[in-house]
């Protein structure tokens, strides 16, 4: 027997647990087109389902007789501030391994790197993940009629499934206007729900007691010995709080039991004493604040808010009604077989963007890290650390934000870009004498800016300043010219004072480079054939110097502020390094033309000229773009190449950005097939970076999403691209509300393989240049007001 979402009792009155177009038998596809869905509860960490409010998470393993949430918290980090993290003798010293450096001397140069110039964290940290939440049912549970899922329009896990003939729901989401994160488990019959609930694993040095009969309390404290002292972290509060509709609740021990009861609901509230706040009175104050809204008021504020979001976006690329009608899992293993499934890149998109949302609000303590805000406990206990990666990852993070709508899913990024800010003086004055700020290739809640404490990816002194390029794609994108004077010029002018004061003159060239760093996390053949990695002046630091220097002669222009700045700017930015073409055809990825000595290694840093920056471009740089292809083209060819979630999704934008749609799909369906769970979730594959074996990274999940919008419109030159990248895969579909630079909405419609509408929305007055395959028109736009161009006005010749 197959049985379908049912309608349970709710004191008096009936609630529908799922909305009436979700309602669909078990086994069935849906007809909504955002949900993943399984036929068997998760057994492992990858396989359970993501739901998050910005700073509560939980992994959902949707089980019959044991549900288990892993429950994690952004800021549940070890660690704490120190002011020692730059080597004292670094500033004495860079002067020698400059001239070092410049004399050819790389591995010399190097060795003074490692002696004066790294790190030295004394208590770094990481987010740790923090307990398991177990609800043991009673009786054994039937698989007949089973089925878990994810509503990504909803935001929303759910499990069904019978035991004795009668029917169960649970649905599980994390709110963030009443900021606890809910459980619901209902019965088809009244008095059908018991069973016990308990913080089962804990993952930090914790205790649990009880606060009256029914409720839970987890004391702890992030503590571990790997990344800090294993002495300093933010105290951990984790309160839970069951509400029975009929039926008994106890105590016993360290558990809470059910009895009978027609439907319970757990409210869980999560706090820490980050930045002062007393954990034990928010969560009593939050769980007294959720207590007194019923189920359905909790549930529907939860949708109302996600799907504000969410819904601003839709997407369709096609169907394939036999692989629609296949759980998640089982459609992404067929994708892997070969299978056409145009429906499961859409769905992937719009997972990127879900994961955006549940990861990153407004009101979050602090930006994505590496796992977002999840925690799977592997990157946290190895040498990585679940921190925040300057050199690519916590950038992907964010690249679907502003493309995808969800532009205000930033506002955490900005406001720790603004603490790096602070931070980074320190760093800048100390280590190397110049005024502004700095930051390196990782950090922490706490304010760490010094270099890493390793070789070959610790050098890295542009690492603060791609990721504040966060803040010039945000102004791009809306034209918040309030934003662009009060948020951006600060950080901005202060990173130019910088680098104007640390680039030093080339002895042979005249050119202006940094230096030493590292292109990271890359390694060279020194002229005599030894391995070194830092070097002057590496392209990526000219990439991300390049975009900050024009960044501050647009905004002082636009402004008509600070010509002082807007001069040195200028006269700076024309003394650059150019990009070089190197002897393989290539960019070169350091200023001299050294042959790799990892050719299949799995960075291309200096390739962030073509994405996210706009340096390189097959119609303003033909040649460059060309050496583009060729470097990618070198690197994925290599039999060792290190394939891994984030150069995938480096690659679908890459070939979205050389307008060939067809790599782009290739790379896209790598991604899902090779670094991809059956849960959509990216890992970092085992073997690479040191991972023993495959480890969750979110950024595969963003940057995937981004290079999907990427595929469907551009918006880079001044000039938004329609359908600049379409493959063949996808012949027929619509996009609505994807965002252009500029301030636009734009909506598209197309059928084998030509564009049959468009419409644009502008959230400011202006004209746009728009283009569409060889055709060029333009749009005048006025606030709020949609405008549909005819594909005919692109017709040419």
Not at 456 to 466: I, N
Request: proline residues 5%; contains cysteine.
């Amino acid at each position: 027997m197959r049985t379908t979402r049912r309608e349970f009792a709710i004191g008096s009155a009936a609630l529908a647990l799922s909305p009436p177009w979700l309602k669909v038998a078990a086994g069935e596809p849906g007809t909504a087109k955002t949900e993943l869905w399984f036929s068997r509860p998760a057994a492992r960490w990858m396989e359970a389902v993501p739901v998050g409010n910005g700073r509560i998470g939980g992994m959902i393993y949707g089980g019959a007789s044991i549900e288990r949430i892993d429950l994690t918290e952004s800021t549940v980090w070890s660690g704490a501030p120190s002011d020692h993290d730059v080597n004292p003798t670094a500033l004495a010293n860079l002067g020698r391994i400059r001239e070092l450096m410049f004399a050819g001397k790389y591995v010399e140069g190097a060795a003074l790197c490692e002696q004066h110039l790294l790190g030295r964290p004394s208590s770094f940290g990481t987010n740790l993940p923090m307990a398991a939440l177990e609800m043991a049912f009673d009786g054994d549970a039937s698989e007949e009629g089973y089925r878990r899922s994810l509503d990504l329009d909803d935001a929303i896990a759910h499990a069904d499934y019978t035991r004795n003939g009668c029917g169960f729901h649970r649905e599980v989401f994390s709110s963030n206007p009443d900021d606890v994160l809910i459980v619901r488990q209902s019965a088809e019959r009244p008095k059908s729900v018991s069973f016990t609930v308990s913080f089962a694993k804990l993952s930090i040095p914790g205790v649990v007691t009880l606060r009256g009969h029914d409720t839970l309390v987890l004391r702890a404290n992030a503590f571990e010995r790997l990344h800090s002292d294993g002495k300093q972290g933010v105290a951990v509060e984790a309160w839970i709080r069951l509400l029975a509709e009929g039926g008994q609740i106890s105590a016993q021990g360290s558990t809470l039991r059910v009895e009978a009861a027609d439907s319970v609901t757990l409210h869980v509230a999560v706090a820490t004493d980050f930045r002062g706040t007393d954990p034990a009175a928010r969560c009593s104050q939050l769980l007294e604040r959720s207590g007194r809204k019923s189920f359905a008021q909790l549930r529907r504020a939860h949708i109302e808010d996600h799907q504000s979001l969410f819904r601003r976006v839709a997407i369709d690329l096609g169907h394939s009604p036999a692989a629609e009608r296949k759980p998640t899992d089982e459609r992404r293993k067929s994708v892997q077989a070969g299978e056409k499934d145009p429906g499961l890149s859409a769905l992937f998109f719009q997972y990127g963007r879900y994961l955006t949302i549940a990861g990153s609000r407004v009101n979050s303590p602090l930006p994505l890290a590496l796992q977002g805000i999840w925690n799977d406990g592997l990157a946290s206990s190895m040498g990585w650390t679940d921190d925040f990666h300057l050199d690519i990852n916590t950038q992907q993070n964010y690249w679907v934000a502003e493309v995808g709508n969800l532009s205000e899913c930033q506002s955490p990024l900005f406001d720790f870009v603004d603490g790096l800010r602070v931070a980074g003086r320190s760093t800048a004055r100390t280590m190397y004498g110049a005024p502004g700020w700095v930051a390196h290739v990782v950090t922490n809640p706490w304010g760490y800016t010094a270099p890493g404490w390793g070789l070959g990816w610790g050098m890295f002194p542009t690492g603060g300043v791609w990721l504040a390029l966060q803040l010039w794609e945000h102004y791009r994108f809306t034209g918040d010219t309030q934003f662009l004077r009060e948020r951006l010029y600060p950080v901005y002018k202060e990173a130019a004072d910088f680098f104007l004061a640390y680039m030093v003159e080339h002895p042979v060239h005249g050119w202006l480079v940094t230096g030493p760093g590292d292109s990271p996390e890359n390694t060279f053949l020194t002229p005599d054939g030894r391995r070194c990695s830092e070097s002057m002046g590496p392209t990526c630091d000219r990439v991300l110097v390049f975009a900050l220097l024009n960044a501050c002669i647009e905004t002082c222009t636009t402004l008509g502020i600070d010509e002082e700045l807007r001069v040195r700017a200028k006269t700076a930015l024309d003394r650059l390094p150019p990009l070089q073409i190197g002897k393989h055809g290539q960019v070169q990825e350091w200023l001299e033309d050294f042959e790799e000595a990892e050719p299949g290694h799995r960075h291309t840093c200096h390739l962030i000229a073509l994405y996210p920056e706009h340096q390189i471009a097959p119609v303003t740089t033909p040649a460059l773009a060309k050496a583009a292809r060729v470097t990618i083209e070198r690197r994925i060819h290599q039999p060792n190449w290190e394939d891994s979630e984030w150069s995938r999704a480096n690659l679908v934008n890459y070939f979205a950005r050389l307008l060939d749609g067809d790599s782009a799909h290739e790379h896209l369906t790598g991604l899902l097939s090779k670094a991809a769970e059956d849960s959509l979730l990216t890992y970092s594959r085992g073997g690479v970076a040191g991972a023993e074996g495959n480890i969750f990274s979110l950024d595969g999940n963003t940057a995937g999403a981004a290079g999907v919008a990427e595929m469907l419109l551009q918006s880079q030159a001044g000039e938004i691209h329609l359908l600049p990248a379409l493959p063949s895969a996808w012949p027929r579909g619509s996009v609505r509300g994807l965002c252009a630079r500029g301030g636009v909405e734009v909506s598209l419609s197309w059928a084998n393989g030509k564009l049959t509408r468009v419409a644009l929305k502008g959230r400011r007055s202006g004209t746009h240049k728009v283009r569409y395959d060889d055709g060029v028109t333009h749009c005048t736009l006025l606030p709020g007001r949609e405008v549909e161009l005819h594909p005919s006005l692109f017709h040419i010749g």
